[in-house]
């Protein structure tokens, strides 16, 4: 049964939030709640580091001199005054620990740490639920996408069998700069400067960040319990310019797809770069736009899309979140199964080679395709390349995971090979494979 958080905030009396972070987020959160002024909710109290270099800033020095700027969490974890604690440092440590204090004194948490969710947020839902706390982390995905509660709450007559899409604003800021013809890392940079990247761009590029957002969609929207650890997972940092002239042949572009689907007993789940028709909505998001697309096996696909990362836009979710608790409508969760995850799927394959040129390359890679069953659907050399860094690209038809990646490994075997050939999965329009 659904379990729906019984707020114990009195509807009359004033309710008093600490932020914890004001870096990108947390600043704008605080903008956003003294633009906004919301009766009845008070920010009170603002942790952060430094808070000597924090408080001269533009957006510090507008805020009300009552709040309480302090370097010390325990000024806050302590503090029985405090009703909500609002939390945009994320990381697991020490953020695991501070958050448990919070939610044991019973203070309601609204978090956008995505990492701790992942990874932690089953036995913190628990221990919410034992302290009558509200936990919520709206803005752990999609930024200002509100697609959590949209799932919870639009989306819990249906079952959900497969969510896809974009879920990192970085990445998709990167790869959809790259297909206008930008620098990769001109991109990042820019991403950095913004303030859309993670601290560690790893996080962004590699896939780790989307990687647990797609967790959190799954617990929240299929009520699966996976693994973050599990989920393959592969970097946008291969990706060259030549692979969106190669896609543009196949009518294609190229973005950070995260994936998870249900069909029987398996649960299958990947992210990384792939190839996305020009026709499907997923291709049609640029800058730091979210996409995520849910295939319910009575209501057929949604898309929710919207800016993914951001100050404003997850300061808004954020807010929102705050409201919903301080309102006493803040929904929690359902139950959730914990769940083995495969990366097998049935796809088509875009495999791009840089080779040193010479006869019989083309005759090679297909003696190792064929030999593993994958059959060749199209070959693309664009003339103008240069013979001794040539970049070419194979595509298949439909074939498994393993299929394709036991070729790939003997393909990179051959001396003409000058790097790891590059393999991305072929999204379809009528893409149910994931
Ligand atoms: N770094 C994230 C992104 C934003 O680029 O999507 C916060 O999740």
Request: glycine share 8%.
């Amino acid at each position: 049964m659904p379990t729906k958080f019984d707020s114990t905030l009195p509807a009359n009396k004033t309710t008093r939030v600490a932020l914890l972070g004001f870096g990108t987020v947390g600043s704008s959160v605080a903008q956003l709640l003294r633009a906004q002024k919301f009766p009845g909710v008070e920010l009170t109290h603002i942790y952060n580091r430094n808070i000597d270099r924090k408080r001269t800033g533009d957006t510090a020095s507008k805020l009300s001199p009552s709040i309480l700027w302090t370097e010390k969490i325990d000024d806050i974890l302590n503090n029985p005054n405090i009703d909500v604690v609002i939390e945009t440092i994320g990381g697991l440590s020490p953020m695991e620990q501070w958050l448990k204090t919070a939610l044991t004194a019973g203070k309601h948490v609204v978090t956008a740490n995505k990492q701790l969710i992942a990874y932690k947020g089953a036995a913190l839902v628990k221990l919410a639920r034992q302290h009558n706390a509200a936990l919520v982390y709206n803005a752990a995905v999609a930024g200002g996408v509100p697609v959590i509660p949209a799932v919870l709450h639009g989306l819990q007559g249906d079952t959900v069998r497969r969510i896809a899409g974009i879920l990192n604003g970085t990445c998709n800021f990167i790869l959809s700069g790259m297909e206008a013809g930008e620098d990769y890392h001109d991109m990042l940079e820019t991403a950095q400067a913004a303030g859309y990247a993670e601290a560690d761009p790893s996080a962004d590029v590699d896939g780790y960040d989307a990687r647990a957002k797609l967790c959190i969609l799954a617990r929240t929207a299929m009520q699966i319990g996976l693994d973050p650890d599990e989920i393959p997972t592969a970097t946008i940092k291969t990706v060259r310019l030549v692979d969106f002239h190669y896609a543009r042949e196949l009518n294609c572009t190229v973005r950070q797809i995260a994936q998870v689907s249900v069909d029987g007993t398996h649960v299958r789940a990947r992210v990384g770069p792939t190839l996305v028709p020009n026709t499907s909505p997923i291709a049609w998001s640029h800058g730091t736009q979210n996409l995520v697309m849910t295939t319910g096996e009575f209501g057929g696909d949604v898309v929710f899309s919207g800016h993914g990362a951001g100050g404003n836009p997850t300061a808004v979710a954020v807010v929102s979140d705050l409201l919903a608790v301080a309102h006493g409508s803040a929904s929690v969760s359902l139950p959730v199964k914990q769940r083995p995850v495969t990366g097998e799927v049935m796809a088509p394959w875009y495999l791009r080679f840089v080779v040193q040129d010479k006869p019989g390359i083309i005759s090679a890679i297909s003696g190792s395709l064929a030999r593993v069953g994958a059959n060749i659907d199209s070959i693309l050399q664009r003339p103008g390349y240069p013979k001794d860094a040539l970049p070419f690209v194979v595509t298949t038809e439909p074939c498994l995971t393993s299929t394709i990646e036991a070729a790939v490994a003997a393909i990179a075997k051959m001396p003409t090979m000058l790097e790891q050939p590059l393999c991305l999965q072929m999204l379809t329009d009528e893409d149910k494979s994931a």
